[in-house]
């Protein structure tokens, strides 16, 4: 017997900047969902040789599928958002500062 589909929850996860070379308040929304374990041992395996691009795969995988175009179109303009986004996805996922 197969078992029943996991139902794939998308959290919204919101960024709020402001853009001094453009003078202007900057927000974006996005729908993501949960890493699973392979994708959060990818990142922890490329993030050393490119931090950057292991954010923006990851996020890129979790992304909700009608959102793909609008990220990689902020991606462009914004490639920090991968930090950002990918950071928060992590942090869902344990990882942080301990701060002790």
């Given at each position: 017997?197969?078992?029943?589909?996991?139902?794939?929850?998308y959290?919204?996860?919101?960024?709020?900047?402001f853009?001094?070379?453009e003078d202007?308040d900057?927000?974006?929304?996005?729908?993501?969902?949960r890493?699973?374990?392979?994708?959060?041992?990818?990142?922890?395996?490329?993030?050393l040789?490119n931090?950057?691009?292991?954010?923006?795969?990851?996020?890129m995988?979790?992304?909700?599928p009608?959102?793909?175009?609008?990220?990689k179109t902020?991606l462009?303009?914004?490639?920090?958002?991968?930090?950002?986004?990918?950071?928060?996805?992590?942090?869902?996922?344990?990882?942080?500062?301990?701060?002790?």
């Amino acid at each position: 017997m197969d078992k029943p589909e996991k139902n794939t929850e998308y959290v919204e996860l919101n960024h709020e900047f402001f853009d001094r070379f453009e003078d202007k308040d900057v927000n974006f929304k996005f729908h993501f969902k949960r890493p699973g374990t392979p994708q959060v041992n990818r990142v922890q395996k490329t993030a050393l040789k490119n931090a950057g691009q292991a954010f923006r795969n990851l996020i890129m995988e979790t992304i909700k599928p009608d959102e793909k175009s609008d990220l990689k179109t902020a991606l462009d303009d914004y490639p920090g958002l991968a930090s950002t986004f990918g950071g928060a996805l992590m942090a869902s996922c344990g990882f942080g500062d301990l701060g002790n």
